[in-house]
């Protein structure tokens, strides 16, 4: 999909993903994976920030190639202490030093990338050695009638919103040069809690 249009659908997105905020039922799998971030944080599709709950003191890089969702994003951002600096840029070709960040942070991004195996080994690159790379992404389940749905609906899913819905994260993380240090599937093994590190 080319990327302007996947900018658009993802904006016009914005308001829903910040109305889902709080009765978000992805909640208990967000603290589960994200209560470990530390440090200069970077988190790559920020959204409208979800995960600011869970961050206590760190110092938080946000990516996003929405404008929409990144206005979302600075505003919830000042009901937290943390101190946040955002980025509109795809982050897919947005740079950063080498062992930059503490702790990588990803939820729900793996969907839309055009090669989210490049982008793993970014993230490999951008932490500290002794860093963290959290992740909660959805992807292809483990109840055989579920991943034959997923397949058939997936050329409309990315029509519609942009994502894809079949990925294998798991062997997506295993293709990459992360290391994985836990994975925990949830919902049909629909959803992917991710502990990785450099």
Known sequence: ?????????FD??????????KNN???????????DVEGKVLEV????GLNFPFYKDVELTGVDFSSEMLKIARNVAKEYPFKATFIQEDVESVKFNENT?????????????????????????????EGKILMMEHGISTNKQI????????????????CHQNRNISEIVKRSSLKLIREERYMAGYLYLIWAKP
């Open 1 to 9: 999909m080319e990327r302007k249009s996947l900018v658009k659908k």
């Open 12 to 21: 016009k997105q914005a308001n829903k993903s910040h109305k889902r905020q």
């Open 25 to 35: 039922s992805a909640y208990q799998f967000r603290d589960r994976v994200f209560q």
């Open 45 to 48: 599709g920020v959204g409208s």
């Open 101 to 129: 960040f503490d702790t990588i942070v990803s939820s729900g991004t793996l969907c839309a990338y055009q090669d989210p195996v490049i982008v793993l080994n970014n993230f490999q690159k951008w932490c500290k050695p």
């Open 147 to 162: 991943a034959w749905l997923q397949k058939i609906l997936d050329p409309l899913a990315l029509k519609l919103v942009g």
